[in-house]
């Protein structure tokens, strides 16, 4: 259990959690994070010894955490979404119901994902991104506090950098191919959604073992405010200042040091490689999402 998630509403809540659980028929012990980096440490041990499940309680960064503990094992990832976008658990059929989530958990259908390899230590399952959105995560995630509200950190921020953003120069390599030029955003996703909704790969699936890529191009501020509102419908990809490719792998390079944030958090920053691992984590999913 992440405390400060959702601006610290996980904590008030999480023993509802336990007592929901429970009656579902879920014998769970609790471990409450005290500092970043340790729920990965954790469930690194859990996976090691075999545990069944180790169920993240928290929003996208508890869940990416978790999953940098447990890659490549037999133990399955449990979600109850507490946090602030929850894109992941979303993109997974699992109801923001806490009651529900509790139940998803019990019935245990379980799917393989592929998982995104950033180098040769990290991993993340739902949306990276370099360029506005990634300075926006940075923004929000320099000011955060367990009382702060992080939706509205992402909002000022997005509202500071659509005023001071100033359009990148980056090199792209995959398939083959080369991708040179300034960008407003670059994605790379490996499921459809991020940032509460927006639909920014929309064909995105997590176990076809390709990692999406949508290049945004500079764009004067009027249209990219005319743009914003089709990211939500998966639209955007329409435009002409967009692109979306496909790739098991892509080499990213830019004109100056520019950070990967991947599910929230702070993963790199350029050069770096990323490489889809297919089917390296085992996810408890809703009844909406298929099985494998």
Same mark, same amino acid.
């Given at each position: 259990?992440?405390?400060?998630?959702?601006?610290?509403?996980?904590?008030?809540?999480?023993?509802?959690?336990?007592?929901?659980?429970?009656?579902?028929?879920?014998?769970?012990?609790?471990?409450?994070?005290?500092?970043?980096?340790?729920?990965?440490?954790?469930?690194?041990?859990?996976?090691?010894?075999?545990?069944?499940?180790?169920?993240?309680?928290?929003?996208?960064?508890?869940?990416?955490?978790?999953?940098?503990?447990?890659?490549?094992?037999?133990?399955?990832?449990?979600?109850?979404?507490?946090?602030?976008?929850?894109?992941?658990?979303?993109?997974?059929?699992?109801?923001?119901?806490?009651?529900?989530?509790?139940?998803?958990?019990?019935?245990?259908?379980?799917?393989?994902?592929?998982?995104?390899?950033?180098?040769?230590?990290?991993?993340?399952?739902?949306?990276?991104?370099?360029?506005?959105?990634?300075?926006?995560?940075?923004?929000?995630?320099?000011?955060?506090?367990?009382?702060?509200?992080?939706?509205?950190?992402?909002?000022?921020?997005?509202?500071?950098?659509? +005023?001071?953003?100033? *359009? !990148?120069?980056?090199? $792209?390599?995959?398939?083959?191919?080369? %991708?040179? #030029?300034?960008?407003?955003?670059?994605?790379?996703?490996?499921?459809?959604?991020?940032?509460?909704?927006?639909?920014?790969?929309?064909?995105?699936?997590?176990?076809?073992?390709?990692?999406?890529?949508?290049? +945004?191009?500079?764009? *004067? !501020?009027?249209?990219? $405010?005319?743009?914003?509102?089709?990211? %939500?419908? #998966?639209?955007?990809?329409?435009?002409?200042?967009?692109?979306?490719?496909?790739?098991?792998?892509?080499?990213?390079?830019?004109?100056?040091?520019?950070?990967?944030?991947?599910?929230?958090?702070?993963?790199?920053?350029?050069?770096?490689?990323?490489?889809?691992?297919?089917?390296?984590?085992?996810?408890?999913?809703?009844?909406?999402?298929?099985?494998?």
């Amino acid at each position: 259990m992440n405390p400060i998630a959702g601006g610290g509403k996980c904590r008030k809540v999480y023993p509802a959690i336990v007592r929901s659980l429970r009656r579902a028929g879920v014998a769970c012990d609790v471990i409450v994070s005290q500092y970043p980096g340790q729920i990965t440490g954790l469930s690194s041990e859990f996976g090691a010894l075999g545990y069944k499940t180790v169920i993240a309680c928290g929003g996208d960064g508890t869940v990416n955490e978790l999953i940098n503990g447990i890659a490549g094992t037999k133990t399955a990832l449990g979600i109850v979404p507490l946090g602030t976008a929850n894109d992941f658990a979303v993109n997974m059929g699992i109801s923001k119901d806490i009651n529900v989530a509790c139940t998803i958990i019990k019935e245990r259908r379980i799917r393989k994902i592929d998982l995104v390899g950033v180098g040769d230590d990290k991993f993340f399952a739902g949306t990276g991104c370099i360029g506005f959105d990634a300075e926006v995560a940075a923004f929000a995630s320099g000011r955060r506090k367990e009382k702060s509200n992080p939706f509205l950190l992402h909002v000022l921020g997005a509202l500071l950098k659509f +005023v001071s953003y100033k *359009a !990148r120069m980056v090199e $792209l390599r995959f398939n083959g191919k080369r %991708y040179f #030029g300034k960008i407003l955003l670059v994605a790379f996703g490996n499921v459809r959604s991020y940032a509460r909704g927006m639909l920014i790969t929309p064909g995105a699936v997590p176990d076809d073992a390709l990692l999406d890529i949508c290049v +945004v191009r500079p764009l *004067a !501020r009027w249209r990219l $405010l005319s743009l914003f509102p089709s990211v %939500y419908k #998966g639209a955007h990809v329409n435009n002409k200042a967009v692109t979306v490719s496909r790739a098991e792998a892509v080499y990213v390079q830019s004109v100056g040091p520019m950070a990967l944030y991947a599910d929230g958090d702070f993963m790199t920053t350029t050069p770096f490689r990323l490489k889809v691992v297919p089917r390296h984590l085992n996810v408890i999913v809703g009844p909406g999402s298929s099985q494998l």
